[in-house]
C-alpha cells in the first residue's frame, strides 16, 4: 500500500518559520519527483512546489519563492518543506503528493493526508 | 502566467451525464488531470494525461482535451459521485509551475 504521511503542522505566529515533512512507504521514493500543494480554508488547491527525483530540479509558486524552500533527504525517504517568514495568508491544509513521471510530465497519483498550518498572532 | 477556468459549480440527476470544463490558452496542447476532493479527504486522480484512467476508477471518468477546452464527463453519475474536481497542468512557459483551476462543485440533484 502506497502511502504519504505529512507532520509538522502546527499554529505560529506571522515572521516565524515552520518545517513540514512527508514521509514514505511502499514504494521507491526516491524514484519521484514530489510536490507540496495547499489550500486555504473554503478555498481551492494550490500548487506550492516541486522538486525532481535526485533534488537538484525545484520550483516555486511566486506566492512562496524566496521563502519556503523544498528538499529532500532520499536515504530517509523523506520530503520536507521548510516555511520562513510565514504571513497569516499561508494558512492552509498542506500535502505532499508524489508526481507520476518527470516534472512537468505526469500528475500528482498518490497524495498525504495533509497537515494544517495556521498562522495567526 | 497561465489561467485555468472551471465553472464553479455543475448541477446533474443521479444516473445523467455530468460534464465539468476546465479552459485555457491553447490548453489541447498540454497534458491535463483531473482530481476529485470529497469534504474532508484528499484529493485523488481520477484522469491523467487528459483521458487515461488510473486504476481503480471507473469507466464512468472519461476526459478529452482538445483547442482551448479539457472537458471531464461522468456518466451514469451516481451520489458518491458529489465531490469538487480540479483540473491541472504544467506550464513551462515562462517559468515551472504547477497549475490547479479554480474547481467545480458537483452537486448530484
Known amino acids: 500500500q502506497v502511502q504519504l504521511v505529512e507532520s509538522g503542522g502546527g499554529v505560529v505566529q506571522p515572521g516565524r518559520s515552520l518545517r513540514l515533512s512527508c514521509a514514505d512507504s511502499?514504494?521507491?521514493?526516491?524514484?519521484?519527483?514530489m510536490h507540496w500543494v495547499r489550500q486555504a480554508p473554503g478555498k481551492g488547491l494550490e500548487w506550492v512546489a516541486v522538486?525532481?527525483?535526485?533534488?537538484?530540479?525545484?520550483y516555486y509558486a511566486d506566492s512562496v519563492k524566496g521563502r519556503f524552500t523544498i528538499f529532500r533527504d532520499n536515504s530517509k525517504n523523506t520530503l520536507y518543506l521548510q516555511m520562513n517568514s510565514l504571513r497569516v495568508e499561508d494558512t492552509a491544509v498542506y500535502y505532499c503528493?508524489?508526481?507520476?513521471?518527470?516534472?512537468?510530465?505526469?500528475?500528482?497519483?498518490?497524495w498525504g493526508q495533509g497537515t494544517t498550518v495556521t498562522v495567526s498572532s | 502566467s497561465y489561467v485555468l477556468t472551471q465553472p464553479p459549480s455543475v448541477s446533474v440527476a443521479p444516473g445523467k451525464t455530468a460534464s465539468i470544463t476546465c479552459g485555457g490558452n491553447?490548453?489541447?496542447?498540454?497534458?491535463v488531470h483531473w482530481y476529485q476532493q470529497k469534504p474532508g479527504q484528499a484529493p485523488v486522480v481520477v484522469i491523467y494525461?487528459?483521458?487515461d484512467r488510473p486504476s481503480g476508477i471507473p469507466e464512468r471518468f472519461t476526459g478529452s482535451n482538445s483547442g482551448n477546452t479539457a472537458t471531464l464527463t461522468i456518466s451514469r453519475v451516481e451520489a458518491g459521485d458529489e465531490a469538487d474536481y480540479y483540473c491541472?497542468?504544467?506550464?513551462?512557459?515562462?517559468?515551472?509551475?504547477?497549475?490547479f483551476g479554480g474547481g467545480t462543485k458537483l452537486t448530484v440533484l
Open positions: 491541472q497542468v504544467w506550464d513551462s512557459s515562462s517559468d515551472h509551475r504547477g497549475v
Open positions: 522538486i525532481s527525483y535526485d533534488g537538484s530540479n525545484k
Open positions: 491553447n490548453i489541447g496542447g498540454r497534458s
Open positions: 503528493a508524489r508526481n507520476d513521471g518527470d516534472i512537468g510530465a505526469g500528475g500528482m497519483d498518490v
Open positions: 511502499g514504494f521507491s521514493f526516491s524514484n519521484y519527483a
Open positions: 494525461y487528459d483521458g
